[in-house]
């Protein structure tokens, strides 16, 4: 796999999609490339801790098994989330079916983070992860499209099969909450 | 701090640096921050959180990923020729046109056998008009012949296909390969000189 060329970049995932299945497999890549760490993102605020790269490989390998009956109707940003987060929560009834583990509180969703970047102190970083993880589940896979991914609030609505308005009302109230917990002093 | 009544500005502070937002919007949401600090401290939350949810995501690797990707179904580009599987259907395709023309064939063929052999025989002999070997239409480039009587064609020996040759005497036979002879063929003077040496002269024909 080469490193993936200004072409493949600049190119939209419809292009990419129509070149990977005339056999372009720098484009898959090039697509890999673009929506893997979002999903590895989005997976990790889930609550998902060990098997993250697993877990974005079963959602590419499910995508492109189905890409010939994918529509662009919706983009394939919100499509590659929507199958994220149902494996997600395949995988946790699966789980907690075989209870060979301690079942995690959807509601307390225990996220691991890596040293921050030096943008954001320690103190204010653990802060802001107090008050996601307090957040519903439901609220923080909101905030967390809207912020960390930009989504508008209609794709944001399919992926967590919610509606618009209701996506909307899920972030003012996410974001009501961090800001509390930054203020909190 | 109270919160920013502008829930449209509020919207927008999260998309502020992404594609979502165009110039104008974005310089829009700018001059909003300028004199607005309850949507500079939202923002700076935004940023926070943004930095601290970029932070949770464990690095995955792309290679392995695309590695194990499921092989495209190759679309079959005319000309192209590739395509394995695109290549059995067409083969497929090919031996089931081959089939139907084949059994298209059989089933012409079997009904078509008893008319052709009904044609075979019952041809007529030979001196009887037969009009399906002249040109009648309008775009024919001669007239037609002229009308035949029948009745000494009845007594004629015909060229028939069973034993119509056979019947002749060596007389008639040898003038009739000689009216042959004399003949250049014109494909629609021949059957009427050929017939009216036949018919008109019979006599002298033996």
């Given amino acids: 796999m080469g490193e993936p060329s200004a072409k493949t970049v600049d190119a939209t995932d419809a292009e990419l999609i129509a070149r990977w299945q005339r056999g372009d497999q720098r484009a898959a890549a090039a697509l890999v490339e673009r929506h893997s760490r979002p999903l590895a993102r989005f997976a990790a605020i889930l609550g998902e801790r060990e098997q993250v790269e697993e877990l974005v490989q079963d959602t590419f390998v499910r995508a492109f098994g189905a890409l010939d009956t994918f529509r662009s109707d919706s983009s394939l940003r919100t499509w590659l989330f929507t199958i994220c987060k149902r494996l997600l929560l395949d995988r946790r009834r699966s789980e907690r079916r075989r209870k060979d583990q301690v079942e995690l509180d959807e509601g307390h969703a225990v996220v691991e983070y890596d040293a921050l970047d030096g943008m954001v102190g320690e103190e204010t970083a653990q802060r802001v992860r107090d008050g996601m993880e307090r957040l519903s589940p439901l609220q923080r896979e909101v905030f967390t499209l809207r912020v960390s991914e930009g989504m508008p609030y209609g794709e944001i609505a399919e992926v967590v099969g919610s509606t618009e308005g209701a996506c909307r009302v899920h972030y003012h109230n996410a974001i009501k909450s961090i800001k509390e917990y930054l203020s909190d002093d | 701090m109270t919160d920013c009544l502008n829930e449209e500005m509020r919207d927008r502070l999260p998309l502020l640096g992404s594609d979502a937002l165009d110039a104008s919007e974005t310089a829009a949401v700018r001059v909003h ?174």
């Fill in chain 2, 33 to 206: 921050l300028a004199g607005c600090a309850a949507c500079r401290e939202e923002l700076r939350a935004v940023e926070f959180s943004r930095a601290v949810i970029t932070a949770a995501a464990p690095r995955v690797d792309v290679g392995a990923i695309v590695a194990a990707l499921p092989a495209p179904r190759l679309r079959v580009v005319a000309g192209s020729g590739t395509g394995a599987r695109a290549a059995r259907q067409g083969g497929f395709r090919r031996s089931r046109s081959y089939l139907a023309a084949a059994a298209s064939l059989l089933i012409v063929a079997s009904l078509a056998s008893p008319l052709l052999t009904g044609v075979f025989r019952e041809s007529p002999p030979v001196g009887v008009p037969d009009t399906s070997l002249t040109m009648t239409g309008p775009e024919s480039p001669v007239a037609p012949p002229p009308a035949i009587p029948s009745t000494p064609v009845a007594a004629a020996p015909g060229l028939a296909v069973e034993g119509g040759l056979s019947d002749l005497s060596d007389d008639a036979l040898s003038a009739l390969l000689a009216e042959l002879d004399a003949i250049e063929a014109t494909v629609a003077t021949e059957p009427v000189t050929l017939r009216r040496a036949i018919v008109e002269t019979p006599g002298e024909s033996r």
